[in-house]
């Protein structure tokens, strides 16, 4: 039988008189010299997903380079960066002092992986009392420091993939995908989070036990940038209302039947992870 999860209330639109104040805005942390369009992935697939706003912080050089590649619908901020043209940690405290306008942050797709860069993310991890959508390079900089969800002063939703699961547990990926279920429940209950663990029949688990299978998405998601959209897709969740877990359950369902749709006009082979993006409005209908 195939799985189906009707739109949430929260994302039905049905007040005549809401604005986009009323659908969240977003900060999302992500890109770096080599990897812009990661910035530009999460923030398209967010606002393709019902957020009211998004704005995209870049390292300061990247900026005008962003607003060119992205859609003119998304706001982009310049923070500090570092020689190599990566996040540096001085952006921290630039980050601090605006946090109180987004109602959702989201940081890691593309940041890469320079001290700076990964001091950053850890930060902002620990600090920001917002809720936060933690991917890819983020992720790698809560290797061994996994206490900072425990100290954490809001939210926090992880999106690994079995490498970056293994980096986070210190265990190896084969034990991780000989019980993917029990990994996840545990990762969220010992640290406080929502865990949604990226593979075939993706795992989403809360603090409280909760656990969702996802049965939708395909092997032709398997293209770089497809965690990107995620990210995007949940953190524009999260601004519209939703809880942590229900974000993140919503998220990966309507992730992958982006995904099938889009392999059913493109072919597994051909996708790649601007086609999950267009296709978000057909499954969002």
């Known amino acids: 039988m195939v799985e189906t999860m009707p739109l949430p209330a929260l994302l039905l639109r049905n007040n005549p008189k809401a604005s986009k104040n009323d659908f969240g805005h977003l900060l999302i942390i992500a890109g770096s010299p080599s990897m812009l369009g990661a910035s530009a992935l999460s923030s398209l697939a967010a606002l393709r997903s019902g957020?009211?706003?998004?704005?995209?912080?870049?390292?300061?050089?990247?900026?005008?380079?962003l607003q060119k590649k992205i859609s003119n619908a998304v706001m982009t901020k310049p923070l500090a960066q570092d020689p190599s043209g990566a996040f540096s940690f001085k952006a921290f405290s630039q980050i601090k002092r605006i946090w109180d306008q987004y109602d959702v942050l989201a940081i890691g797709p593309g940041i890469g992986r320079s001290s700076g860069t990964q001091r950053l993310a850890r930060q902002v991890?620990?600090?920001?009392?917002?809720?936060?959508?933690?991917?890819a390079d983020a992720l790698y900089a809560l290797s061994g420091h996994t206490q900072?969800?425990?100290?954490?002063?809001?939210?926090?939703i992880l999106t690994p993939h079995a490498g970056e699961m293994s980096r986070l547990v210190n265990q190896p990926v084969k034990k991780i995908e000989a019980?993917?279920?029990?990994?996840?429940?545990?990762?969220?209950?010992?640290?406080?989070?929502v865990l949604l663990l990226k593979s075939h029949q993706t795992i989403v688990a809360s603090a409280e036990g909760k656990v969702y299978i996802n049965k939708t998405g395909n092997v032709g998601m398997a293209t770089a940038g497809s965690?990107?959209?995620?990210?995007?897709?949940?953190?524009?969740f999260l601004g519209q209302g939703m809880k942590p877990f229900e974000a993140a359950q919503y998220g990966a369902y309507y992730h992958g039947k982006a995904g099938d749709l889009a392999a059913k006009k493109r072919s597994k082979t051909?996708?790649?992870?601007?086609?999950?993006?267009?296709?978000?409005?057909?499954v969002l209908k």
């Open 179 to 193: 019980d993917r279920s029990k990994m996840a429940r545990l990762f969220a209950k010992e640290n406080h989070c």
């Open 270 to 282: 051909s996708m790649i992870a601007t086609d999950i993006i267009d296709e978000i409005p057909y």
């Open 148 to 156: 900072n969800l425990l100290k954490a002063k809001g939210p926090r």
């Open 125 to 135: 991890i620990l600090e920001c009392p917002k809720p936060l959508v933690i991917d």
């Open 227 to 236: 965690g990107d959209v995620l990210t995007g897709i949940i953190a524009a």
């Open 51 to 65: 957020a009211g706003m998004v704005t995209a912080a870049v390292p300061s050089d990247l900026n005008s380079t």
